[in-house]
């Protein structure tokens, strides 16, 4: 398999529950990122990790926790979502962080908080 | 933050009509990328812009690096149902680790 793949594809989740959402890059890229995409408003840039250390957190509520155990996989754990947390998580990497040569994204996950 | 304005908002053309998009920032960029979102799907790299003036083709997509480095633009000729979608900027900004993205175009074709 090749690119970024996103799992699942659709979620729908209470508010109380504990959900992942997984991204795997088989690209051999240094840089994984997370982003939201609301209706309606840009991209929304969430977390950065570069070679498995995560080098920015923009302002993300702790409801959403990130983790990078390796360079290929990028998980985001959900808990006590809200539903306006409901949107399409984008996974993308990069060769190297910053994306001048551009990203590679998965197809999303869209997610739905009930 | 930054932010890249692109205009219009949305499209809706006719099969076989040129289209045209620009984006927009009140900061330079070194860097402009264009990204086509298909539905339900992530966005896909069209072509990338590294310096001022360059003019870079993709099959029926042309974009350019406008010169004052401020501005790219987007143009797709004779247009078909497959272009539809939305097309977004995108420029490295801040401390260059990451891609700051546009606020979109959504282009609809009608046959």
């Given at each position: 398999e090749t690119g970024v793949t996103q799992t699942p594809r659709h979620l729908v989740m209470g508010m109380t529950n504990k959900k992942s959402l997984k991204c795997e890059q088989?690209?051999?890229?240094?840089a994984m990122y997370w982003y939201k995409q609301s209706a309606k408003k840009p991209l929304e840039l969430m977390f950065v990790y570069s070679l498995e250390e995560?080098?920015?957190?923009?302002?993300?509520?702790?409801r959403f926790s990130p983790e990078c155990p390796n360079s290929s996989h990028l998980f985001l754990h959900l808990h006590?979502?809200?539903?306006?947390?409901?949107a399409l998580y984008l996974c993308a990497s990069s060769?190297?962080?910053?994306?001048a040569n551009g990203y590679t994204f998965g197809s999303g996950t869209r997610l739905t908080v009930v | 933050g930054q932010q890249l304005n692109q205009s219009p908002q949305s499209m809706f053309i006719q099969e076989g009509e040129d289209v045209s998009m620009n984006c927009t920032s009140s900061s330079i960029f070194n860097t402009w990328l264009w990204y086509k979102q298909d539905p339900g799907e992530g966005p896909v790299l069209l072509i990338a812009l590294y310096k001022a003036g360059e003019l870079t083709s993709n099959g029926r997509l042309t974009a350019q690096f406008g010169i004052t480095r401020k501005d790219s633009f987007l143009n797709i000729s004779?247009?078909?149902?497959?272009?539809v979608g939305i097309y977004f900027c995108a420029g490295p900004t801040g401390t260059a680790s990451k891609l700051t993205f546009g606020t979109g175009t959504r282009l609809q074709v009608t046959l």
């Open positions: 088989h690209l051999g890229h240094n995560r080098v920015e957190n923009n302002s993300v509520p702790s006590t979502l809200q539903p306006e947390d409901s060769q190297v962080m910053g994306g | 004779a247009s078909i149902p497959s272009d």
